[in-house]
């Protein structure tokens, strides 16, 4: 099965400035790369995916970047803001047998938005 | 547009008692999953299902058990509760995996095993 992890584990910015949330994960067959974002009390919820077609992707202040001989993904939010301020999930995926079977999640990092 | 609901929101349950966690959803969505989320665990699988009348086994499985006799419906059953099972348990959807399709989550049951 998949090995994920993430780092770090905990991410304090200020205000204004950038994060960067990395993803590792060990099964070279996967080919689908979600980031979920989880505020408190609240289910997960997509923000950005790629796939592994592509190597990188822009959603107005969050990007995704692929490096899949490295077997690694992160996520970039700029201009950070109070609202950023939740626990990030990446799930790398592989579909080539199905992908019925759910996915694997990191253990999630905790974002911080110092005001 | 409800989404995903899971009923109900927050148990407290007695060891060795049992229940039955609820997930409804109204997006047509032929696959749905029963997640678990510890402190510093993430979210791991407990059971999926890939449509109506079918269950499968996920990373977690044991002491649980689940049905899906209506395709929008999907129940996660604990037989005899124990302390270890408490969790936040989050219930998801998805059209269909095969094409890279979004999960939705739903809030979340708090359970707390006494």
């Known amino acids: 099965g998949e090995n994920v992890e993430q780092h770090p584990s905990t991410l304090s910015v200020q205000e204004g400035d950038s994060a960067v949330i990395k993803c590792t994960y060990s099964?070279?067959?996967?080919?689908?790369f979600p980031w979920y974002k989880q505020e408190l009390g609240k289910g997960p919820q997509l923000i950005i995916d790629?796939?592994?077609?592509?190597g990188e992707k822009k959603d107005q202040r969050i990007a995704v970047t692929l490096n899949k001989t490295a077997k690694h993904f992160s996520l970039h939010i700029t201009e950070t803001q109070p609202e950023d301020s939740a626990v990030y999930f990446c799930?790398?995926?592989?579909?080539?047998?199905?992908?019925?079977?759910?996915?694997?999640f990191g253990k999630g990092t905790h974002l911080i938005i110092q005001p | 547009n409800a989404g995903v609901t899971q009923t109900p929101k927050f148990r407290v349950l007695k060891t060795g008692q049992s229940m039955t966690l609820l997930c409804a959803q109204d997006?047509?969505?032929?696959?749905m999953y029963w997640y678990r989320q510890d402190p510093g665990m993430g979210l791991r699988l407990i059971h999926y299902?890939?449509?109506?009348?079918?269950?499968a086994k996920g990373e977690v499985p044991d002491g649980y058990n689940v049905s899906r006799l209506k395709k929008q419906n999907f129940l996660l059953g604990l037989e005899s509760a124990a302390p270890s099972q408490t969790s936040v348990y989050f219930c998801?959807?998805?059209?269909?995996?095969?094409?890279?399709?979004?999960?939705?989550f739903g809030q979340g049951t708090r359970l707390t095993v006494v």
């Open positions: 299902s890939v449509g109506e009348g079918t269950t």
């Open positions: 998801a959807s998805s059209y269909s995996p095969l094409a890279n399709t979004e999960a939705f």
């Open positions: 997006m047509n969505h032929e696959y």
């Open positions: 099964d070279s067959a996967s080919n689908y």
């Open positions: 799930a790398p995926k592989s579909y080539s047998g199905g992908g019925a079977d759910g996915l694997t």
């Open positions: 790629i796939r592994s077609n592509v």
